[in-house]
């Protein structure tokens, strides 16, 4: 069985500040892929990134940066100078073969996000 | 990256009544879509998996014969809530894995629903 943890239920941050967003991932498949989206208080899901398990490369987008870490089955999300308009939930989600194939999505709990001006 | 429309964005509707909610692929095939049910504060739970031509696979605790599942093209999946109540209100949302690259699901727009 496949399991995401958001430990954090919610942050709040100062503009400028830097914050990270942790994840912690469970799974027995060999391939498998990790995401994070956002959500805004409109409801839509906004994809941010996926990383697959073989790929440990951190990557960085702009004030976005991830660490991915196989040995602590971790995949951390940080805003570097966070923005008013970074408040949303932030869902940390993993994806691997079911057995059919199919490739089903797990979602973390969401850690929901407030930067205040 | 690929598209996925659903519609109704939100929708009101009276307790004992259906209501269908469409999820389409605008500009690929999809052969699986996924629903899931977001209750207000909490995460994304799937309720199902579809696939083109065949049932609908439920996940546990998710009753087939009050959200039933069609998926009878390669670019249109359909949710019917039927009967539904108050608690059915929830925001439902799609997403739909191309075949090219099947290892990621574009999501919906997702559609509010509110039974009173």
């Known amino acids: 069985a496949q399991k995401v943890t958001q430990a954090q239920t919610e942050i709040s941050v100062v503009e400028k500040e830097d914050v990270t967003l942790d994840c912690v991932y469970e799974?027995?498949?060999?391939?498998?892929?990790l995401f994070w989206y956002k959500q805004p208080p409109s409801g839509e899901l906004v994809f941010l990134i996926r990383r697959n398990s073989f790929d440990e490369q951190n990557e960085i987008s702009g004030r976005y940066s991830w660490n991915f870490q196989k040995s602590t089955s971790s995949f951390n999300f940080t805003i570097t100078a966070s923005q008013v308009v970074d408040s949303a939930v932030y869902f940390c989600a993993l994806s691997g073969d079911s057995g059919a194939g199919s490739y089903q999505l797990t979602f973390g709990k969401g850690t929901k996000l407030s930067v205040i001006p | 990256g690929a598209v996925v429309s659903q519609h109704p964005s939100w929708v009101i509707c009276k307790s004992g009544t259906s209501v269908k909610i469409e999820c389409r692929s605008l500009?690929?095939?999809?052969?699986?879509m996924f629903w899931y049910r977001q209750f207000p504060k909490q995460s994304l739970m799937l309720m199902a998996t579809?696939?083109?031509?065949?049932?609908?696979?439920?996940e546990q605790g998710v009753e087939k014969d009050k959200f039933l599942i069609n998926h009878a093209s390669l670019t249109l999946s359909t949710l019917t809530v039927t009967s539904a109540h108050p608690e059915d209100s929830s925001f439902y949302i799609c997403s739909a894995l191309t075949p090219y690259l099947n290892t990621e699901a574009f999501f919906g727009q997702g559609t509010r629903l509110t039974v009173v």
């Open positions: 500009d690929f095939q999809a052969t699986t």
């Open positions: 799974t027995r498949d060999t391939t498998y892929y």
């Open positions: 579809s696939n083109e031509g065949s049932k609908a696979t439920y």
